[in-house]
């Protein structure tokens, strides 16, 4: 059977859920990062894009934050384009580390493999794996072409962000030498943590992660631009990453409330993906204990429940676009 769903109802479900969760003073910003815990705690954007090219949003949703770790879902897409989907499970892996996202504890753990792309481990090997290799220069312009491609639209590299970073990364150079160690960083260690630190460091707003989620769900063509960014036979592998290690260690507690995979960043953004059917995001500083931001949890979740969309029931849903 076949849902139909109104345009009118769910642009009221977020503008609903941008009303209810507005208010709400829980968590803290991320402080562990000098430059993310002075960003304004009050912002509060929500943004839904459809494969037709549709987006609707509500509050700031324009304002730049840092992407932070949903770049690692960007970059692990550039990967998967470069390499293919056997080459990334074998060299990284896809495998949920139930551990928290900067953990070192989870390589040793893995048996020296950085487990998914989507923790900081396997990040930093994407990273070293994304070519040209040894140019440092190229592979900066692959990674921030392909996050444009997928966005419709350029990222900005928040220049303070990014020294913020590379003045405090002390874990993140312990990890990347560990995994050297191992073996699993395909280029220069050094080159591979500076890359990933300026990725974390650009600038994105909520519209622009709703856009790259809705490339995603819509098998690799981007609905604003209508560029053709990667093969759809890989937004299954990348939905399947992003259900199964996107909210870090609460990925299970998250995917069973909610019914949406999506990728959480410490400066605040969430990213999901329904497959065919949408992509959404939200942006909103404080974070819960395990660094996902807690009003864009609530907002997600709200829309998600009331309008009865989960990955993983049988409904079958199509949206109404001219109601
Ligand atoms: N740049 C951050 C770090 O490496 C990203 C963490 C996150 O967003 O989860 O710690």
């Known amino acids: 059977?076949?849902?139909?769903?109104?345009?009118?109802?769910?642009?009221?479900?977020?503008?609903?859920?941008?009303?209810?969760?507005?208010?709400?003073?829980?968590?803290?910003?991320?402080?562990?990062?000098?430059?993310?815990?002075?960003?304004?705690?009050?912002?509060?954007?929500?943004?839904?894009?459809?494969?037709?090219?549709?987006?609707y949003e509500v509050g700031d949703t324009k304002f730049a934050f840092g992407i932070e770790s949903v770049s690692k879902v960007?970059?692990?897409?550039?990967?998967?384009?470069?390499y293919g989907a056997a080459t990334l499970l074998e060299?990284?892996?896809?495998?949920?580390?139930?551990?928290?996202?900067?953990?070192?504890?989870?390589?040793?753990?893995?048996?020296?493999?950085?487990?998914?792309?989507?923790?900081?481990?396997?990040?930093?090997?994407?990273?070293?794996m994304v070519q040209p290799l040894?140019?440092?220069?190229?592979?900066?312009?692959?990674i921030v072409d392909n996050i444009t491609d997928l966005c419709g639209s350029a990222p900005q590299l928040i220049d303070e962000l990014y020294k913020s970073e590379s003045d405090t990364n002390f874990n993140n150079k312990?990890?990347?030498w560990l995994l050297k160690n191992y073996g699993r960083i395909y280029d220069n260690p050094d080159m591979a943590l500076d890359l990933y630190t300026r990725q974390c460091s650009l600038g994105v707003t909520a519209s622009q992660l709703a856009i790259a989620g809705a490339t995603i769900a819509n098998n690799g063509t981007n609905p604003v631009t209508k560029t053709k960014v990667f093969d759809g036979s890989l937004t299954p592998k990348i939905t399947s990453l992003i259900s199964t290690v996107g909210f870090y260690e609460h990925t299970g507690d998250w995917i069973y409330k909610s019914g949406i995979p999506a990728k959480t960043g410490v400066g605040g953004g969430i990213m999901g993906v329904l497959p065919g059917l949408f992509g959404i995001a939200s942006f909103a500083p404080p974070l819960d204990g395990s660094g996902n931001s807690v009003k864009g949890q609530l907002a997600i979740k709200y829309v998600m429940n009331k309008l009865g969309f989960n990955l993983f029931g049988a409904e079958k849903f199509e949206i109404d676009f001219d109601k």
């Not at 960003?39 to 839904?48: E, K, N, Q, W």
């Not at 060299?91 to 998914?116: R, V, W």
Request: glycine share 8%; charged share 15%; with cysteine.
């Open 1 to 55: 059977m076949i849902t139909r769903i109104p345009f009118s109802q769910i642009k009221a479900t977020i503008d609903e859920a941008y009303e209810k969760f507005k208010p709400n003073k829980d968590g803290a910003n991320a402080n562990y990062i000098p430059y993310l815990a002075n960003v304004p705690s009050d912002l509060f954007g929500l943004a839904i894009c459809f494969p037709n090219g549709t987006v």
């Open 91 to 128: 060299k990284i892996g896809a495998d949920a580390t139930g551990l928290p996202f900067n953990s070192i504890y989870a390589i040793l753990l893995e048996n020296d493999h950085p487990s998914t792309p989507l923790v900081n481990a396997g990040a930093i090997s994407a990273c070293s």
């Open 134 to 142: 040894g140019d440092s220069d190229g592979k900066w312009k692959a």
């Open 174 to 176: 312990a990890i990347t």
């Open 74 to 82: 960007h970059t692990a897409i550039l990967v998967l384009r470069q």
